[in-house]
């Protein structure tokens, strides 16, 4: 479970507060996948920050109770002198799991071979977003975070291998999305919430939710 209780977060633009969220209260339970529907530049990215823990509400509490990732894609957590490996197996340590099966999966599903004994830095962006991507994958969460604006990579072979362990992956587990765009939730999410005015409009259905969405949108 993932609980908002009365959360508030707004930021100081230079020349206005933008609102986030204002006294925001939802709850996702497990077992029901959240599509999370907002128009660019309302905070979609902030608020799964906030959902894993990487931001921190202004005031309000989230109750976390459950193993919740950080966002696919995330590059943060990882340290730039550091090798595939050792970032690999240190991540597994602060989650309490096999550091030798964390390698091992990151290892095969990156496919970065001799780089992965090297250090980040070195890699370039796309590699590094791979690493990343499979290093989420090695770890076991009950939700997943995804924000739309993760990095991608053009490498065809890692698409398809994370790709199926990804929809492997969902088909047991919970999965938070935020977009843009409604036609993103409709693969991972049976119900699906509206960002509007600092506030999250929670529906049963998908359905439900773009009437508001679009009529918030073409309004």
């Not at 340590?93 to 030798?100: K, S, V």
Request: aromatic share 10%.
């Amino acid at each position: 479970m993932l609980e908002f209780d009365e959360v508030s977060k707004s930021f100081w633009t230079g020349k206005q507060r933008k609102v986030i969220l204002d006294r925001a209260s939802f709850r996702v339970e497990l077992g029901n996948s959240l599509g999370i529907l907002a128009p660019n530049g309302t905070g979609k990215t902030t608020i799964i920050n906030m959902m894993a823990g990487l931001e921190k509400p202004d005031e309000g509490q989230i109750h976390r109770g459950c193993r919740i990732s950080f966002p696919l894609g995330f590059m943060g957590g990882v340290v730039s002198r550091h090798t595939g490996t050792e970032n690999a197996r240190y991540i597994a340590e602060l989650y309490g799991l096999d550091p030798d099966y964390v390698e091992a999966f990151s290892r095969w599903l990156c496919g970065l071979e001799e780089y992965f004994d090297m250090p980040l830095g070195t890699y370039s962006a796309g590699m590094r977003a791979r690493f990343c991507f499979s290093l989420m994958l090695a770890l076991d969460f009950d939700m997943y975070l995804i924000d739309e604006g993760m990095p991608s990579t053009t490498d065809v072979e890692f698409n398809r291998k994370a790709g199926a362990v990804l929809r492997e992956r969902l088909e047991r587990t919970t999965v938070v999305i935020v977009s843009h765009q409604p036609a993103t939730l409709e693969k991972y999410c049976r119900s699906a919430a509206v960002l509007k005015d600092g506030q999250m409009y929670m529906f049963d259905t998908l359905e439900e939710a773009k009437r508001l969405y679009d009529y918030e949108t073409q309004s």
